[in-house]
């Protein structure tokens, strides 16, 4: 049966393992091969050199980078503190509410994001919803909050939001309540239960939830475009446009294995950690 | 340790204002796509539903539909085979690179879709494919194959191992197993896991921009149309994609209660 | 292959990496037996029954089925069955679809297959109509015969049962040993039965092989293993017991506080070789001294418990050792907590261990 089993695993990760190899080890490599390669040319066939990484610094891509870490880091701790009551309720307080979260939270993620933020637009909007009806009701408008770094934070917060959310749930749902029930017992108060129970028994939750909405939120567009009108230009925005309308494929390149490098390295840190039979639920 | 009434009461409200929150911008698309006028501004002074008739008459639209949902469900079937295999591999099997392999189906997840769909173009670009909805399907799959993976795999933990040692012991062998075990006790899993691919290419952006050439999907004609100035067609559009995933979801809660009806009735 | 045992077991091996779960095992089992190991957990009972079904392969050694070698032959071409810990009841199908599963495999026809199902469910004195029932709607009980019904209709040559029983109440354990017993009658199959309870495996079993550390200890029947266990392992795992490590000296035991009479105790055991003299808590008698029997202790009465029937008591000897007493509560003694008093035995309630 162990034989057995190890040849049926190895089997049966054969189709998935196929299409990484095809659809996302090679294009990485691809990627790899253009960033060493001098500038704004089409084939792999030049000489390489590093003069694509050596833009990054003199032209300021750096400070698109910044910006994008930053601001993932600023709408990860904000979910964090955003999501983790509702998930302290998912996970230990409602019953049916749970479900009616969990279906509403999911239908939101079927929704095209430019969409959502697209509603956002005209929401917040001079003339849109909010300010057009204030507006015609008290005779006071006011100025949109759009296209600054505020909004495109709030746009970050509001996409990735169920990437937080689900991981900080699963994570609570494994904080025993007997633990939670015991520490009370021993005198422990609110705070110290939060800090010395459910802190440290929902660490691979909390890990994953930041480690998602981080990631996400370093490598997204539409936030900035759509809501901050390009206040700040986002590091995946600048590879886009090398890409299209620069036409200069290895300066995209580079600036990918850059943001890949950060990601990768973080997730694989992250995801080291954490055992994932047991926050998926494995029996055994 | 239960929650006081309070608490429950405070955490509900929170729950419900998170909710508005979420579907409050669809809500002003919907008032958006009803709107007479050609330039919106709120409140709105005439309804109509001329863009309505407008979007169902044309023929752009229908060429967007048809390829959004060609892509979208071709992404759904590969997604359900691959992900009934990976599962197994995932989360039942134990061989000896499952930890490893558990980490991999994660990458394409964290990984910036942007850069990815860019990564295939210069990937197909390299090989000399030229980009059309195809490639798009291609492109899709890596992002939404590991994510039905994993909650096939969701499925694949809850069930006992037990059972397919008990259908060996009982003279089942590997395919027969798979057949009359495995594939009826994670069906409900595939069923989901179908459902999220499915709406999840419907939706995507990111990967359709750089993947599909000269086709184009639903998402990636409203983006182009939003960026380039406002257009009255784009929040009914929209809305209308947004119908499509609300009757999809339904359609298949309705097919699964209905499945459900019918075998409990067999059973009693 | 002189031997007429239905399965057995040639110094088998079991390894997982560096661990060994089994250190060359040698086993017979007969036909119609009903055979149980018992064992604590991590003795490597749960691995054995894993090899004998064919869940895991052997790292060493031979398992026959009758003048057949099958270690190396997988779970499902074995002409044998298991009835699973978690009873393994596939929740998709109803009692009669499980119950036909092995029939259905054999591409026996729909109507024969019910025909056996129904039979099967007569034999288990379950009604008919559960035929239709889901498992979820089948009590614990009840869903215990429904994977007894299904590992029949395979029609095995060797029932095998994996603790089946342990994660039911007292009361429905006590009733299912009893049936289990009974379908073993009626059936005459072999059974071979893997509990940690030694109850459990006194009340069923024709024959009981204690596990220890991947080793058999004891491989005997019930009496035998209760009245003459071969290590203190074997006579501690058997329930309440009193060992005094005693030496022979000029033909007679001694030790350990005892007072022995030279004129009945003598015993074979060479001058000078230590042993341990076993004597279980109900053949330990208070007496004052002139009761004449053939060993006797002096202590003070510790503590007394009431075990239902019957009364236990703890009596402290010379060196701290704890002697205990059990007695029918009819025959309650009198003393009280704190009092002197003094225990005897015969020899021929006791047994020598000799552990080498």
Same mark, same amino acid.
């Given at each position: 049966?162990?034989?057995?089993?190890?040849?049926?695993?190895?089997?049966?990760?054969?189709?998935?393992?196929?299409?990484?190899?095809?659809?996302?080890?090679?294009?990485?490599?691809?990627?790899?091969?253009?960033?060493?390669?001098?500038?704004?040319?089409?084939?792999?066939?030049?000489?390489?050199?590093?003069?694509?990484?050596?833009?990054?610094?003199?032209?300021?891509?750096?400070?698109?980078? &910044?910006?994008?870490?930053?601001?993932?880091?600023?709408?990860?701790?904000?979910?964090?503190?955003?999501?983790?009551?509702?998930?302290?309720?998912?996970?230990?307080?409602?019953?049916?509410?749970? &479900?009616?979260?969990?279906?509403?939270?999911?239908?939101?993620?079927?929704?095209?994001?430019?969409?959502?933020?697209?509603?956002?637009?005209?929401?917040?909007?001079?003339?849109?919803?909010?300010?057009?009806?204030?507006?015609?009701?008290?005779?006071?408008?006011?100025?949109?909050? &759009?296209?600054?770094?505020?909004?495109?934070?709030?746009?970050?917060?509001?996409?990735?939001?169920?990437?937080?959310?689900?991981? &900080? !749930?699963?994570?609570?749902?494994?904080?025993?309540?007997?633990?939670?029930?015991?520490?009370?017992?021993?005198?422990?108060?609110?705070?110290?239960?939060?800090?010395?129970?459910?802190?440290?028994?929902?660490?691979?939750?909390?890990?994953?939830?930041?480690?998602?909405?981080?990631?996400?939120?370093?490598?997204?567009?539409?936030?900035?475009?759509?809501?901050?009108?390009?206040?700040?230009?986002?590091?995946?925005?600048?590879?886009?446009? !090398?890409?299209?309308?620069?036409?200069?494929?290895?300066?995209?390149?580079?600036?990918?294995?850059?943001?890949?490098?950060?990601?990768?390295?973080?997730?694989?840190?992250?995801?080291?950690?954490?055992?994932?039979?047991?926050?998926?639920?494995?029996?055994? | 340790?239960?929650?006081?009434?309070?608490?429950?009461?405070?955490?509900?409200?929170?729950?419900?204002?998170?909710?508005?929150?979420?579907?409050? /911008?669809?809500?002003?698309?919907?008032?958006?796509?009803?709107?007479?006028?050609? *330039?919106?501004?709120?409140?709105?002074?005439? *309804?109509?539903?001329?863009? *309505?008739?407008?979007?169902?008459?044309?023929?752009?639209?229908?060429?967007? %539909?048809?390829?959004?949902?060609?892509?979208?469900?071709?992404?759904?079937?590969?997604?359900?085979?691959?992900?009934?295999?990976?599962?197994?591999?995932?989360?039942? *099997?134990?061989?000896?690179?499952?930890?490893?392999?558990?980490?991999?189906?994660?990458?394409?997840?964290?990984?910036?879709?942007?850069?990815?769909?860019?990564?295939?173009?210069?990937?197909?670009?390299?090989?000399?494919?030229?980009?059309?909805?195809?490639?798009?399907?291609?492109?899709?799959?890596?992002?939404?194959?590991?994510?039905?993976?994993?909650?096939?795999?969701?499925?694949?933990?809850?069930?006992?191992?037990? %059972?397919?040692?008990?259908?060996?012991?009982?003279?089942?062998?590997?395919?027969?197993?798979?057949?009359?075990?495995?594939?009826?006790?994670?069906? /409900?899993?595939?069923?989901?896991?179908? %459902?999220?691919?499915?709406?999840?290419?419907?939706?995507?952006?990111?990967?359709?921009?750089?993947?599909?050439?000269?086709?184009?999907?639903?998402?990636?004609? %409203?983006?182009?149309?939003?960026?380039?100035?406002?257009?009255?067609?784009? /929040?009914?559009?929209?809305?209308?994609?947004?119908?499509?995933?609300?009757?999809?979801?339904?359609?298949?809660?309705?097919?699964?209660?209905?499945?459900?009806?019918?075998?409990?009735?067999?059973?009693? | 292959? +002189?031997?007429?045992?239905?399965?057995?077991?040639?110094?088998?091996?079991?390894?997982?990496?560096?661990?060994?779960?089994?250190?060359?095992?040698?086993?017979?089992?007969?036909?119609? @037996?009903?055979?149980?190991?018992?064992?604590?957990?991590?003795?490597?009972? =749960?691995?054995?029954?894993?090899?004998?079904?064919?869940?895991?392969?052997?790292?060493?050694?031979?398992?026959?089925?009758?003048?057949?070698?099958?270690?190396?032959?997988?779970?499902?071409?074995?002409?044998?069955?298991?009835?699973?810990?978690?009873?393994?009841?596939?929740?998709?199908?109803?009692?009669?679809? +499980?119950?036909?599963?092995?029939?259905?495999?054999?591409?026996?026809?729909?109507?024969?297959?019910?025909?056996?199902?129904? @039979?099967?469910?007569?034999?288990?004195?379950?009604?008919?109509?559960?035929?239709?029932?889901?498992?979820?709607?089948? =009590?614990?009980?009840?869903?215990?015969?429904?994977?007894?019904?299904?590992?029949?209709?395979?029609?095995?040559?060797?029932?095998?049962?994996?603790?089946?029983?342990?994660?039911?109440?007292?009361?429905?354990?006590?009733?299912?040993?009893?049936? $289990?017993?009974?379908?073993?009658?009626?059936?005459?199959?072999?059974?071979?039965?893997?509990?940690?309870?030694?109850?459990?495996?006194?009340?069923?079993?024709?024959?009981?092989?204690?596990?220890?550390?991947?080793?058999?200890?004891?491989?005997?029947?019930?009496?035998?293993?209760?009245?003459?266990?071969?290590?203190?392992?074997?006579?501690?795992?058997?329930?309440?017991? +009193?060992?005094?490590?005693?030496?022979?000296?000029?033909?007679?035991?001694?030790? =350990?506080?005892?007072?022995?009479?030279?004129?009945?105790?003598?015993?074979?055991?060479?001058?000078?070789?230590?042993? $341990?003299?076993?004597?279980?808590?109900?053949?330990?008698?208070?007496?004052?001294?002139?009761?004449?029997?053939?060993?006797?202790?002096?202590?003070?009465?510790?503590?007394?418990?009431?075990?239902?029937?019957?009364?236990?008591?703890?009596?402290?000897?010379?060196?701290?050792?704890?002697?205990?007493?059990?007695?029918?509560?009819?025959?309650?003694?009198?003393?009280?907590?704190?009092?002197?008093?003094?225990?005897?035995?015969?020899?021929?309630?006791?047994?020598?261990?000799?552990? +080498?």
């Amino acid at each position: 049966m162990q034989k057995l089993n190890r040849r049926l695993g190895f089997l049966s990760s054969l189709p998935i393992l196929a299409v990484f190899l095809v659809a996302f080890f090679a294009p990485l490599m691809v990627v790899a091969l253009f960033s060493v390669m001098p500038p704004k040319v089409f084939n792999l066939t030049n000489t390489p050199d590093f003069s694509a990484y050596s833009v990054f610094f003199e032209q300021g891509y750096y400070r698109s980078l &910044l910006w994008s870490l930053g601001m993932a880091l600023g709408s990860t701790a904000i979910l964090l503190i955003v999501c983790w009551p509702l998930a302290y309720g998912m996970a230990k307080v409602f019953r049916g509410f749970t &479900l009616v979260l969990t279906v509403a939270v999911v239908m939101s993620l079927f929704v095209s994001e430019n969409i959502r933020l697209f509603g956002w637009v005209l929401t917040l909007m001079k003339g849109g919803l909010i300010e057009g009806h204030i507006r015609a009701w008290t005779g006071i408008g006011f100025d949109s909050p &759009l296209y600054g770094i505020p909004i495109i934070v709030f746009g970050l917060v509001y996409v990735y939001l169920p990437f937080m959310l689900f991981p &900080l !749930a699963q994570g609570i749902s494994m904080v025993p309540d007997d633990a939670r029930q015991a520490a009370a017992d021993l005198g422990a108060t609110r705070w110290q239960i939060l800090t010395q129970i459910d802190i440290p028994l929902a660490a691979p939750g909390i890990i994953v939830g930041c480690l998602l909405s981080f990631v996400l939120a370093a490598g997204a567009v539409a936030e900035a475009k759509i809501l901050g009108g390009q206040a700040v230009i986002t590091i995946a925005d600048d590879i886009e446009t !090398a890409f299209t309308f620069g036409q200069d494929w290895p300066l995209g390149s580079a600036l990918s294995v850059i943001l890949i490098f950060i990601i990768g390295s973080l997730s694989l840190l992250g995801v080291s950690r954490v055992d994932l039979d047991r926050i998926m639920g494995r029996k055994r | 340790m239960p929650a006081s009434r309070s608490t429950r009461i405070v955490l509900l409200v929170y729950g419900l204002v998170v909710i508005g929150l979420l579907y409050l /911008p669809l809500v002003s698309v919907g008032f958006a796509s009803v709107s007479q006028a050609r *330039y919106l501004s709120f409140p709105i002074k005439r *309804y109509s539903y001329k863009w *309505y008739a407008e979007v169902l008459e044309s023929g752009t639209v229908r060429d967007l %539909l048809f390829t959004s949902l060609s892509v979208a469900l071709i992404v759904m079937i590969l997604s359900v085979v691959i992900a009934f295999f990976g599962a197994l591999a995932f989360a039942r *099997y134990e061989w000896r690179y499952r930890s490893i392999f558990q980490k991999l189906i994660l990458l394409p997840i964290f990984f910036p879709q942007t850069v990815l769909g860019l990564a295939l173009l210069m990937w197909f670009n390299a090989l000399g494919i030229i980009p059309s909805w195809k490639t798009a399907v291609v492109a899709h799959l890596v992002w939404i194959a590991p994510i039905s993976t994993l909650i096939v795999a969701i499925r694949a933990y809850s069930f006992d191992p037990a %059972l397919e040692e008990a259908a060996r012991d009982l003279g089942a062998n590997t395919p027969t197993i798979l057949r009359e075990i495995t594939l009826p006790l994670l069906l /409900p899993g595939l069923v989901s896991s179908g %459902l999220f691919a499915l709406l999840l290419s419907w939706g995507n952006f990111p990967l359709s921009l750089f993947t599909t050439g000269a086709d184009s999907t639903l998402p990636e004609w %409203l983006y182009a149309k939003m960026v380039s100035g406002y257009s009255p067609l784009v /929040p009914t559009l929209g809305i209308m994609s947004v119908v499509t995933s609300i009757v999809l979801i339904l359609t298949a809660f309705a097919v699964a209660w209905l499945a459900r009806s019918i075998r409990d009735s067999h059973a009693a | 292959m +002189n031997s007429d045992a239905l399965l057995r077991l040639e110094n088998v091996v079991k390894k997982f990496g560096r661990f060994t779960a089994l250190h060359g095992v040698d086993l017979e089992i007969h036909e119609g @037996e009903f055979f149980t190991i018992v064992g604590p957990s991590g003795s490597g009972k =749960s691995t054995m029954i894993r090899l004998l079904v064919g869940m895991d392969e052997v790292s060493d050694g031979a398992i026959w089925l009758r003048d057949k070698r099958i270690d190396e032959t997988p779970a499902h071409e074995r002409p044998t069955c298991m009835v699973f810990q978690s009873l393994a009841l596939f929740p998709h199908m109803s009692v009669g679809q +499980n119950i036909e599963f092995p029939l259905k495999l054999r591409r026996i026809t729909p109507g024969k297959r019910k025909a056996r199902a129904l @039979e099967l469910l007569d034999l288990l004195r379950l009604p008919r109509d559960y035929y239709f029932k889901r498992i979820s709607q089948c =009590s614990g009980g009840e869903q215990q015969r429904v994977a007894l019904a299904r590992a029949l209709a395979f029609e095995p040559e060797i029932l095998f049962f994996d603790e089946p029983l342990s994660a039911l109440d007292y009361r429905l354990r006590k009733t299912l040993e009893k049936e $289990l017993k009974d379908l073993h009658h009626r059936t005459g199959k072999t059974f071979v039965y893997i509990t940690h309870s030694l109850e459990e495996a006194m009340v069923m079993s024709d024959r009981i092989a204690i596990m220890k550390d991947g080793r058999f200890e004891q491989i005997a029947v019930a009496d035998e293993i209760y009245s003459q266990p071969v290590s203190r392992f074997v006579a501690e795992f058997m329930g309440e017991v +009193n060992l005094f490590e005693v030496t022979s000296t000029g033909g007679l035991l001694s030790g =350990s506080g005892l007072e022995v009479d030279p004129d009945v105790a003598r015993t074979d055991l060479p001058e000078g070789e230590k042993g $341990l003299l076993m004597v279980r808590p109900e053949y330990v008698r208070f007496g004052d001294g002139t009761d004449g029997f053939e060993y006797t202790i002096s202590g003070r009465l510790l503590e007394e418990y009431a075990l239902g029937s019957r009364i236990q008591y703890e009596v402290e000897t010379a060196g701290g050792r704890i002697v205990t007493v059990e007695k029918l509560r009819e025959d309650r003694a009198t003393s009280e907590s704190g009092s002197d008093v003094t225990l005897g035995f015969d020899a021929a309630n006791t047994h020598l261990i000799v552990e +080498n």
